[in-house]
Structure formats: C-alpha cells, structure tokens
C-alpha cells in the first residue's frame, strides 16, 4: 500500500473558498485547504507546536492555515509564519507539505515514500483521451467515493489488460479485443474495441472510434476510460487511494457528454448506466486475493505479465 504516485483526495467542489478538512491517507493525520489565492495545500495534520490538529477548526489566514489551538499560523511552505503572542516565527519549525495538483474537477495528491517530489504531473483527461473526446462537451463530473475498502490500487490497473471479465462481471456478449496500446514508465494506455469490426483491426485507429473504450493508466493511482458507444461518449475515471496499509478509498468521477443534436433527454439515464459497472467490479475487488504466480490463459498471459512487471516500477526498492 506504498505505491508511488498522484492519488485522489476529492473533487474540486469539495473544498469551497477557505475550506479546512481533516484528511487521512498513507497513514498520515493530514489538513488540507484552499488558501486565499484559492490552491489547495495539504501538509501534514499536526501543528508543530503542542500538536493540535489543524484540520479540525484551523482556519485560513492571509498567511497560510492558523491552529485552532493557540493560533500559530503555518505558510504555504509549511514554515511557522507567526506566533501570535511573540514577535518572531518559530523559523526553524514547519509541518510537512505534500504537492497536490488540482485539475480534471479533481485533488491529487502526490505520494512518494522516499520523499521525492513529483516525477509526472497528473494527465488532463480531455488531452489524453482526446481521441474519444475531441469535440465533445460534457456535464460536470458526477462524483462518487466509496470509503471502508480493502482494494489495492493495482487491483484497478489490472483491469487495463483483462479483456474477459467484460463478459462475466460486464455481461457484454463477446470480450473485447486490444486495437491500441501505448506503454511508458508512466503511463498504460490501451484501446478495447467490442464486436465484429475491431476484431481484425490493425494500424492506427481511424477517428470514428464507435464501440471502443480508451483506457489510461497514470501511475497506479489515477486512471480514465473513455467509452464511444451509439449514446455517445463517457469518461468514468477510477482512482483508489490508499488510507492505511490495508484500508482504501474510491473514488469514482462520471462525466457524459451533451448529446450531439442537442438533445439533452437521456442525461439521467445514461449517467445510471455509467454508473452500474463499478459496483459489479467492486464485488470481485474487495474479496480477490491477490495472486503473486497467476494461470493465466494464453491471450491474456502477454498482457498480464507486462502489466505485473511495469506495477513493480512504482513501489519503493525493497531493502534486503
Ligand atoms: S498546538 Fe498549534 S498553536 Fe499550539
Ligand atoms: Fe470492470
């Protein structure tokens, strides 16, 4: 559960101008607020001085968070800004700020157990799928996040190269097939295609990408799908944070797009229809043990093998 990587802490509307939030994940007591520049800023949840926990009744200043408890304010940096009854800072005192990165309507935040700072920046959804979404308008992000959970964010990823549950937990008539793959150390990205026509594909994709779902995996925390289907086109992002060293959180985000003629009647009924596949996957995460030597069949075996060992690059050397 030490992967390293950008995770999701919430969506954008979760945090209003000023707000302060207790917040708990990597096993840390963490506060995270949006300053009066409106970033977020997460650092570390104890105030340094007696240990009062800014996220419950700290509050924003023009200089960073101040503690509710004797109202040390903590700079943007994490530095001791000021101490209200002496007329110097603690300089030589901080509380720890993580880098979040604020975009798709989404937080991240940037976890890495050896300290490092960032070594990617979290993809903009729409540029990354842009195959699937070019030109498409969507509602905004429909949120959903799933506390109490025991799945590892790699559980999520192995997704990206399992074809055959579709069948199973999807219920779609035939799996789907791989016509894309691009992978770097970052990054997995794949393309599906479901019936007859992408059967035999090969080549680039042509832009009608019509029963097709593009796959993204950025790191094993933050990942997008985007489906192409007659309805029209969805973006359903899965990210699994981790809380604890066994517990997580889910988050899922939904976005459908304005249907092309300008019809807006489906809405409810499609965001329901994105909706109803998490739930289904959800059941087979949280009781899977993970299997360290898999059988795997012979058309999953390549995918599945590469995916294992490209995972192994975000986890932390392990010291013999
Ligand atoms: S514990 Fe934060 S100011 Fe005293
Ligand atoms: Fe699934």
């Not at 503690?67 to 994490?78: A, E, I």
């Not at 890495?112 to 799928?129: N, T």
């Not at 996040?145 to 990206?160: D, F, M, S, W």
């Not at 479901?194 to 925390?221: C, V, Y």
Request: glycine share 8%.
């Amino acid at each position: 559960m030490n992967p390293t990587g950008w995770f999701q802490l919430g969506w954008s509307t979760d945090f209003g101008p000023e707000a302060v939030k207790p917040l708990h994940y990597f096993g840390s007591d963490l506060v995270a607020y949006r300053g009066k520049d409106g970033a977020i800023r997460v650092h570390d949840g104890h105030c340094q001085h007696l240990g009062a926990h800014l996220g419950y009744g700290g509050c924003v200043t023009d200089d960073g968070i101040q503690c509710p408890f004797h109202g040390w304010v903590w700079g943007p940096d994490g530095r001791n800004a000021s101490i209200p009854y002496q007329d110097r800072p603690n300089k030589s005192r901080r509380v720890r700020p993580w880098p979040v990165a604020e975009r798709n309507e989404s937080i991240y935040l940037w976890h890495d157990a050896e300290g490092r700072d960032p070594l990617w920046e979290v993809p903009d959804a729409l540029v990354a799928m842009s195959t699937h979404v070019a030109g498409r308008d969507f509602y905004p992000v429909q949120p959903s996040h799933h506390t109490g959970l025991r799945v590892h964010p790699q559980t999520v990823a192995e997704n990206a190269v399992d074809p055959h549950h579709f069948r199973f937990v999807h219920g779609t008539p035939i799996s789907p097939v791989v016509v894309d793959e691009h992978v770097d150390e970052v990054t997995w990205q794949t393309v599906v295609g479901f019936g007859k026509r992408w059967m035999d594909h090969t080549g680039p994709l042509p832009d009608n990408t019509l029963n097709t779902i593009a796959i993204l995996f950025s790191g094993l925390g933050v990942s997008f799908n985007a489906e192409h289907t007659s309805a029209g086109v969805r973006m359903i992002s899965i990210n699994v944070t981790p809380v604890d060293d066994e517990n997580t959180e889910l988050f899922a985000s939904y976005w459908i797009d304005h249907s092309l003629d300008g019809s807006d009647d489906h809405y409810e009924e499609r965001l329901n229809e994105a909706m109803l596949a998490l739930p289904d996957d959800l059941t087979i995460w949280q009781h899977q043990r993970y299997t360290e030597s898999p059988a795997l069949a012979t058309s999953e075996a390549d995918g599945f093998t590469r995916l294992r060992r490209w995972a192994t690059g975000f986890y932390p050397a392990r010291v013999e």
